[in-house]
């Protein structure tokens, strides 16, 4: 299943157009952690920022804030 991990921080979106082929829920989970560990690292530039994965269905699998 394809993934999609996309970025908000505050009013503006970076979408994922692309996505990620994954084989199951868990490790897109795990990426989006990474993700966001990543976003953390920049500072303030992304501190508020938030990292939501979506399949390719358009379901919400995970959220989590960069720290």
Known sequence: MRY???????????????GS???NPK???TQARALATELGKAGAL??????F???ENGNRIFRCRAN
């Open 21 to 23: 082929r994954l084989s």
């Open 46 to 51: 992304c501190g508020s920022s938030l990292v």
């Open 27 to 29: 490790f897109a989970i």
């Open 53 to 55: 994965v979506l399949d």
């Open 4 to 18: 999609f991990f996309h970025i908000l921080d505050g009013p503006k979106v970076f979408p994922d157009e692309i």
